[in-house]
């Protein structure tokens, strides 16, 4: 790729972060961090990214304030949404998906499919 796709990640557990960092970064994408949802819109504010990756349970702010506030700003409310989540299937996926994201995933998620569900929001 000649220009690295930015994913913001969003979750409190530095593992999944890190391991979702390495894995992105070996396909070609740059990452940035935030551990909580209040960080998570400053980190969206300050880097704009391509795509975000968020889990639900967070502290300071659960993942659907931050959908909430994404969908409520014009300048951040065209940024596609995954979220990871460990949460039941059947509780949060509609919810996640009427509030603004493009996908659903249970944590652990399975690496090639999210890799192609990126590729295919990102097309790169």
């Known amino acids: 790729m000649s220009e690295h796709k930015q994913i913001l990640i969003v979750d409190d557990d530095a593992v999944i972060r890190i391991a979702l960092s390495k894995r992105l970064r070996k396909s070609g994408y ?11 819109i400053a980190a969206v504010r300050k880097h704009v990214p391509d795509l975000i990756l968020l889990d639900i349970g967070l502290p300071a702010g659960d993942g659907f304030m931050v959908l909430q506030r994404l969908q409520e700003n014009p300048d951040f409310n065209s940024i596609p949404v995954i979220v ?17 994201a493009c996908a659903f995933f249970q944590k652990p998620p399975d690496s090639e499919e999210l890799l192609s569900a990126i590729w295919s929001i990102l097309g790169s």
Request: charged share 35%.
């Open 30 to 40: 740059d990452t940035v961090f935030a551990e909580d949802g209040v960080g998570a």
């Open 84 to 100: 990871l989540t460990a949460r039941s299937a059947k509780e949060a996926e509609r919810k996640v998906l009427d509030a603004g």
